[in-house]
């Protein structure tokens, strides 16, 4: 049993940055962790994920060079830190974890409640 709380969504303007946390109920360490988004009417888009073995991650295009996920595991938390924000980055941000090494989209098992990001142009 795993629960996951997101936190740091809010407004901010086109090229700007945010950071979003997520704090994990369990021991972060045996978990991979990752980020995934759904804007208003689409489908969930995975972000990054950040393996619980040696803490690599994998991003997609789309956030690529503008996003980073990290970890501190002594915290149990999971970050994302997003920069050069665009409008098309508006979206309820999520936090999911999996005990899998390197998950793919759809091997998450847990899931946090989502924290808004509105980018304003």
């Known amino acids: 049993q795993v629960q996951l709380i997101e936190s740091g969504g809010g407004l901010v303007q086109v090229g700007g940055s945010l950071r979003l946390s997520c704090a994990a109920s369990?021991?972060?360490?045996?978990?991979?962790m990752g980020w995934f988004r759904q804007a208003r009417g689409k489908e969930r888009e995975f972000l990054a994920v950040?393996?619980?073995?040696?803490?690599?991650?994998f991003y997609a295009d789309s956030v690529k060079g503008r996003f980073t996920i990290f970890r501190d595991n002594a915290k149990n938390m999971v970050f994302l830190q997003m920069n050069s924000l665009k409008p098309e980055d508006t979206a309820v941000y999520y936090c999911?974890?999996?005990?899998?090494?390197?998950?793919?989209?759809?091997?998450?098992?847990?899931w946090g409640q989502g924290t808004q990001v509105t980018v304003s142009s």
């Open positions: 369990g021991a972060a360490s045996s978990l991979s």
């Open positions: 999911a974890a999996s005990p899998r090494v390197w998950p793919n989209e759809y091997e998450f098992e847990y």
């Open positions: 950040n393996s619980r073995s040696g803490g690599n991650s």
